[in-house]
């Protein structure tokens, strides 16, 4: 690892973290499926520590993409008034959209599955961490 205090204070190693954020982010599983994958390999890991890892872990949202719909400037102002998106840039191109919905399937694809997100927080982290997952997969 490049950064060793990254993975301080943790009970599990490095290794073992990334090994779990990979097999959730590339694959369809839940928190407890992959809970109970882990435990038929011997790590009994409970399922609020896959859940924490990622929202440690995962990249942090930076730009968003969006077509040029006038309601998205004024939307990202307001955020950023109230300390939502501090340091984030608005991209808009017209008919981007489109392209973004189709980039955005395999997200769909795998969020149906874990039956959506109870929180903001939790599908902000989860879904930046299955884009990034896939940015890894598109280069390879």
Same mark, same amino acid.
């Given at each position: 690892?490049?950064? *060793?205090?990254?993975?301080?204070?943790?009970?599990?190693?490095?290794?073992?973290?990334?090994?779990?954020?990979?097999?959730?982010?590339?694959?369809?599983?839940?928190?407890?499926?992959?809970?109970?994958?882990?435990?038929?390999?011997?790590? *009994?890991?409970?399922?609020?520590?896959?859940?924490?890892?990622?929202?440690?872990?995962?990249?942090?949202?930076?730009?968003?993409?969006?077509?040029?719909?006038?309601?998205? *400037?004024?939307?990202?102002?307001?955020?950023?008034?109230?300390?939502?998106?501090?340091?984030?840039?608005?991209?808009?191109?017209?008919?981007?959209?489109?392209?973004?919905?189709?980039?955005?399937?395999?997200?769909?694809?795998?969020?149906?599955?874990?039956?959506?997100?109870?929180?903001?927080?939790?599908?902000?982290?989860?879904?930046?961490?299955?884009?990034?997952?896939?940015?890894?997969?598109?280069?390879?």
């Amino acid at each position: 690892m490049r950064n *060793p205090e990254l993975f301080k204070w943790r009970h599990c190693g490095s290794t073992i973290i990334l090994w779990c954020l990979r097999w959730y982010l590339q694959t369809a599983f839940t928190y407890r499926q992959m809970k109970k994958m882990l435990a038929k390999h011997g790590l *009994p890991i409970v399922h609020a520590t896959n859940m924490h890892w990622v929202h440690r872990y995962v990249l942090h949202l930076r730009v968003i993409d969006v077509n040029k719909h006038a309601f998205y *400037p004024a939307a990202l102002t307001l955020l950023k008034a109230v300390n939502q998106l501090k340091q984030t840039q608005l991209w808009q191109v017209r008919y981007l959209n489109n392209v973004v919905e189709a980039d955005h399937r395999f997200v769909k694809r795998k969020t149906h599955f874990k039956q959506w997100f109870q929180t903001l927080y939790t599908a902000r982290y989860t879904i930046v961490g299955y884009e990034a997952m896939n940015i890894f997969l598109k280069a390879n």
